[in-house]
């Protein structure tokens, strides 16, 4: 049975990198005894699988990882299990049986994530609102992106699929995976540069929400999030 679990990771666990989060999962597992399934051959580890790893110092809201279990565990049962020996930083909030095919796990089909953007201690100038819809009304936001190699021009247009401004906070709907892949801050370097303001004089601080994958046909993309393919384990 594949299970997919989602959880959150806030606060001060918001520093710690993508495999401190693999160990302290592993971690969990074995003192939870969560019944989960390991690889054959000489040196067998825990079949585990995130769907997209977060930047250092991000919280977030809607983080997933996929398991493989070696026989069955009801969901709420797993679920108060490995939050009665998580940290209060990390949280287990869903536990779903998904398909056992391949091509369907979580790092093979995110395709977006939702990002909240804030200034710390403070709020943006006065008509950011206005300038941010100026901003994503463009036909191309074109930005220097940094390769494995060199830098090159990229217009992210095609890959911010939503962008706006509500209560002091800046939304967006990003393009995430392996396929396409942008990050909130090149958003917020280009639009800052755009209605400039200077990003030195404000701390921004930026919360994931949510990770989707892309079910609709070729070229009608319909995202639904990575919880929602699965079913509860009772």
């Known amino acids: 049975m594949k299970i997919r679990m989602k959880f959150k990771k806030t606060r ?12 302290y999962f592993q971690k969990v597992m074995r003192r939870a005894g969560i019944p989960i399934a390991f690889t054959g051959g000489y040196s ?17 809201e809607g983080e997933y990882v996929d398991i493989e279990l070696a026989k ?4 709420a049962e797993a679920i108060r299990r490995m ?22 796990t979580a790092m093979a089909i995110v395709a977006g994530a939702d ?12 008509g950011t609102e206005k300038q941010l819809e100026a901003f994503y009304a463009q036909d191309e936001i074109t930005v220097m ?41 090149l958003v917020m370097q280009a639009f800052c540069k755009y209605a400039g303001i200077s ?18 046909s070729e070229g009608d993309r319909k995202l ?4 929602s393919l699965g079913k509860e384990v009772l």
Request: proline share 6%; hydrophobic share 40%; charged share 25%.
């Open 145 to 185: 992106k940094q390769t494995k190699r060199s830098e090159k021009l990229v217009n992210i247009k095609p890959l911010i699929y939503h962008l706006s401004m509500s209560e002091d906070a800046v939304f967006m709907q990003l393009a995430a995976g392996s396929v396409e892949n942008l990050k909130p801050e």
């Open 83 to 104: 939050n009665a020996v998580c940290v209060p930083e990390i949280e287990v909030i869903s536990f779903r049986e998904i398909s056992s095919e391949k091509k369907m």
């Open 115 to 126: 990002y909240l953007v804030r200034v710390k201690n403070g709020s943006y100038p006065e």
């Open 44 to 60: 067998p580890h825990m079949i585990m699988s995130f769907a997209s790893p977060l930047g250092i110092g991000l919280p977030s």
């Open 224 to 227: 639904v999030t990575l919880e």
């Open 72 to 75: 069955p565990i009801s969901g």
């Open 199 to 216: 990003q030195e004089d404000m701390e921004l601080t930026y919360h994931r929400l949510e990770m989707y994958a892309d079910v609709g």
């Open 12 to 23: 001060a666990l918001r520093f710690i990198g993508h495999l401190d989060v693999m160990r």
